[in-house]
């Protein structure tokens, strides 16, 4: 755990010191949330009470899942970007297991997106709390119980998605194709849901502990495949 920990802090400090993608993460973080919050009230106020209780943890998980995709392009270009700059050989010559290098790039390439999904949440409240007092004179009330299990959810969406990339990164042979599957990764997700997310939430509620434990089984289940997908003499053998 602790080589896995190593390898993530390195990837950490590659992601912060690209400063485009900082910006991009700022202009993000700041802009949807708010853009999010007044397309979402607009709509709501236009419901019934019961339909606009049931739409709000809906925006709240869409404008949560939405920014961290652009996130996902660091997973996705993780490794597959050090082999195009042929930077990964000292990575994968050295004594640590497949599993350690595959978690060590998912924990690094996870914690930009859940910084950026934190900012985007206390960002999405404060507008939406703004536009219904201020903007449309209507009272603010979110069922915070709602709002705290779709926060709880997020991280294991993310995680999920983020260990999808890796996989795809580890087998790809260019940043462009990789980007290309990943494509293939984020529009499923977010169409499910909005398809399934009422659902999710409501298993979420009602089974709590069941519902952590399914989505840690799922993780858990994903970083062995990704570490069994992860062939380090390929690797060597496409740089060689």
């Given at each position: ?126 507008a939406s709390y703004i536009f219904a007092r201020i903007r449309y004179g209507m009272p603010f009330s979110p069922d915070m119980g709602v709002i705290l299990r779709t926060a709880l959810l997020v991280p294991f969406i993310i995680l999920t998605m983020v260990s999808i990339a ?75």
């Amino acid at each position: 755990m602790r080589r896995s920990l190593i390898i993530a802090s390195r990837e950490l400090r590659e992601v912060l010191s690209d400063t485009r993608f900082v910006y991009t993460i700022m202009v993000t973080g700041l802009v949807l949330p708010v853009f999010y919050a007044y397309v979402g009230l607009g709509a709501i106020r236009t419901v019934p009470s019961g339909v606009a209780s049931a739409l709000f943890p809906m925006w709240f998980l869409l404008s949560s899942i939405l920014p961290a995709t652009f996130s996902m392009q660091l997973a996705i270009a993780s490794l597959v970007g050090e082999k195009e700059n042929r930077t990964i050989e000292p990575l994968v010559a050295t004594p640590v297991s497949n599993l350690e290098i595959f978690v060590g790039k998912v924990v690094g390439s996870l914690v930009p997106p859940l910084a950026l999904v934190a900012i985007v949440q206390v960002i999405f409240l404060l507008a939406s709390y703004i536009f219904a007092r201020i903007r449309y004179g209507m009272p603010f009330s979110p069922d915070m119980g709602v709002i705290l299990r779709t926060a709880l959810l997020v991280p294991f969406i993310i995680l999920t998605m983020v260990s999808i990339a890796v996989m795809i990164s580890s087998r790809a042979t260019s940043v462009r194709s990789a980007q290309q599957m990943g494509a293939f990764i984020n529009l499923p997700v977010i169409l499910l849901l909005a398809y399934k997310g009422p659902q999710l939430l409501d298993f979420l509620g009602r089974s709590p502990f069941e519902a952590i434990v399914v989505m840690l089984a799922a993780n858990t289940f994903l970083l062995r495949i990704g570490a069994r997908l992860f062939d380090r003499e390929r690797i060597l053998t496409q740089i060689g």
